[in-house]
């Protein structure tokens, strides 16, 4: 009787430790934003709600950022293991040192645009010369503002950058304390409900610079380490945005009720204008999430002629398309 007792206690304490077990094995990823929570970033919530990155032993926690540039250094810094950055500007802090690893790219399309006020009489990039252009100080624009100016047959050093709060961009330039500002083309319908028929507007894209946008960069030491970690949580995202593309009220309800502030019809906007960002020819035909071979050369090339490297290197080293499922494309 005694020996069943103590088999049976055995087993109990082999099950919790067992279970214990389970939960330590998770992965744990501090995956820093480039900004605050939005609809862009509705298919990572939308997978942390529906338990499947759980469900690969993958603790998930998504920290709000403050810039391409903050996240680009967090990563690289080791702070934060993965991180979403733009990826030129990803580029640029590799020429200095930060080593991050890009193994999912969102953005196909640069999502940056100037937006100013119609009654300044700014027409083009090169009409910002001697103007103020608001931003906080780790955005992504900040740091590829020099190719953009170059390509535009001007000096990046004609404009003066002053340091705003993201949410103070529209104030700002209505109340005419800066003459224009940046920000992602998910958020032009905000703008212009604000500026109406005064609107100023130019997508980067459209000004002769369009590098690869936001991508999820991980730190290297952390991959090397975790590269399973890393395969799953890549092929669970790369699904969830795919589900978010095919369905998009179920993600963006899963950001909403994550994050109460928001308002879904806006971030349902949001997320629409971020699908016209994912789609090209290799996000279709090839992978969702893909950087291609060619076109990451050709965005080095631009860094390095327009905004210059420290210390160049190989961009092969900069990104890896191995974790990606070929069989996930863009469907629009």
């Known amino acids: 009787m005694l020996s069943r007792l103590a088999a049976t206690r055995a087993a109990t304490l082999l099950a919790a ?11 744990k990823i501090d995956f820093v934003l480039n900004w605050v929570p939005g609809g862009d970033h509705a298919p990572y919530y939308y997978a942390k709600k529906l ?23 967090k990563v690289g810094a080791g702070a934060n293991p993965v991180g979403l ?24 399309n640069s999502p940056q645009g100037l937006y100013w006020l119609k009654s300044s009489g700014i027409k083009s990039v090169k009409d910002l ?28 050093k004609s404009v003066t950058w002053v340091n705003i709060d993201a949410n103070a961009k529209l104030s700002a330039l209505k109340a005419k304390s800066i003459d224009a500002t940046t920000s992602f083309y998910n958020l032009h319908h905000v703008f212009q409900a604000e500026l109406g028929a005064d609107m ?14 936001n991508s999820i960069i991980v730190n290297p030491q952390f991959l090397q380490k975790n590269r399973a970690a890393i395969d799953k949580f890549v092929k669970v995202t790369q699904r969830a945005f795919a589900a978010c593309v095919a369905e998009p009220r179920p ?28 789609s090209d020819k290799f996000s279709r035909e090839i992978a969702l999430g893909i950087h291609e071979d060619k076109r990451m050369q050709s965005d080095y090339d631009l860094v390095r002629e327009y905004i210059g490297l ?12 191995e974790f990606l499922d070929r069989s996930i494309r863009m469907t629009k």
């Open 51 to 73: 338990g499947w990155y759980a469900k690969e032993g993958l603790d998930v926690n998504l920290e709000p950022g403050r810039g391409s540039a903050l996240s680009t250094q």
């Open 200 to 213: 100023g507007f130019l997508a980067w894209r459209d000004a002769g610079l369009n590098p690869y946008g």
């Open 129 to 156: 010369a001697g103007k103020r252009i608001g931003n906080p100080a780790a955005d992504g624009a900040r740091t590829m503002w020099p190719a953009l100016a170059k390509a535009n047959g001007m000096d990046p």
């Open 251 to 278: 993600c963006v309800q899963a950001l909403i009720d994550a994050n109460g502030a928001l308002k879904f019809d806006n971030e349902l906007v949001n997320w629409s204008l971020v699908e016209v960002l994912m």
């Open 85 to 108: 950055a733009d990826m030129a500007g990803a580029l640029v802090a590799a020429g200095k040192g930060a080593q991050t690893v890009a193994v999912f790219n969102v953005y196909a």
């Open 17 to 27: 430790a067992l279970a214990a077990g389970s939960v330590t094995a998770q992965t």
């Open 310 to 321: 420290d210390k160049p290197f190989d961009v092969k080293s900069a990104y890896t398309n």
